[in-house]
């Protein structure tokens, strides 16, 4: 459904088949409370089903992106900026050695844990698995990289949703078709 659609379903909604009480920015940034409201609640629905199981994914979104093309590490470097639209991250794989091609899957950890495993002179190899965190616009790993390179890490993430508004009427909803009608009703 292209914007310009969505305004004319929320006008319908609100009997206001011209612009009347509400101006068609208002309305355009109403769609866009909605479409926030939509991506809100899927993603605090998806956080839960994803604590049971990794592999679910959260269907209302588009299609996971790479972080980067290039997505060099450098040696002795920790952290990496995030893209900025960045939403959520959906798998993680990171290289902690000079191994070709070895990277192993990262599990998602807080920094304070990466720094606490790290510095833990008992923690086991079991403990000491490959991590990432994110905080503050930047993605970390923990253990730290051996050396830099090329293709260190895999980083396939969500993408914030474009925001709808009156410029862009006859551009598609980045959401997928499952979200439209829910947008135009969080919106009502």
Same mark, same amino acid.
């Given at each position: 459904m292209?914007?310009?659609?969505?305004?004319a379903?929320?006008?319908?909604?609100?009997?206001?088949?011209?612009?009347?009480? !509400?101006?068609?920015?208002?309305? +355009?940034?109403?769609?866009?409370?909605?479409?926030?409201l #939509?991506v $809100?609640?899927?993603?605090? =629905?998806?956080?839960?089903?994803?604590?049971?199981?990794?592999?679910n994914?959260?269907?209302?979104?588009?299609?996971?992106?790479?972080?980067?093309t290039?997505?060099t590490?450098?040696?002795?470097t920790?952290? !990496?900026?995030?893209?900025?639209? +960045?939403?959520?991250t959906?798998y993680?794989?990171?290289? #902690?050695? $000079?191994?070709?091609?070895? =990277?192993?899957?990262?599990?998602?950890?807080?920094?304070?844990e990466?720094?606490?495993?790290?510095?833990?002179?008992?923690?086991?190899?079991?403990?000491?698995?490959?991590?990432?965190?994110?905080?503050?616009?930047?993605?970390?790993?923990?253990?730290?990289c051996?050396?830099?390179?090329?293709?260190?890490?895999e980083?396939?993430y969500?993408?914030?949703?474009?925001?709808?508004?009156?410029?862009?009427?006859?551009?598609?909803?980045?959401?997928?078709?499952?979200?439209?009608?829910?947008?135009?009703?969080?919106?009502?």
């Open positions: 292209i914007i310009s659609e969505s305004l379903r929320l006008r319908i909604l609100l009997n206001e088949s011209t612009a009347g009480f !509400y101006t068609d920015t208002q309305l +355009y940034q109403l769609l866009d409370s909605g479409q926030n #939509v $809100d609640f899927c993603l605090a =629905k998806s956080q839960s089903l994803r604590n049971n199981d990794m592999s994914e959260i269907k209302v979104f588009e299609p996971l992106s790479l972080l980067d290039s997505n590490t450098v040696t002795g920790r952290e !990496y900026s995030l893209q900025t639209d +960045y939403l959520v959906q993680c794989s990171y290289q #902690v050695d $000079d191994r070709s091609g070895s =990277k192993y899957p990262a599990k998602q950890t807080t920094f304070h990466a720094l606490w495993k790290e510095s833990n002179t008992y923690a086991t190899a079991n403990d000491r698995y490959p991590a990432y965190y994110i905080r503050a616009g930047k993605i970390g790993f923990s253990p730290n051996v050396h830099g390179g090329p293709s260190m890490y980083h396939y969500y993408k914030k949703p474009t925001t709808i508004v009156s410029g862009n009427a006859s551009s598609e909803i980045t959401l997928r078709v499952d979200a439209h009608e829910a947008i135009i009703f969080f919106a009502y």
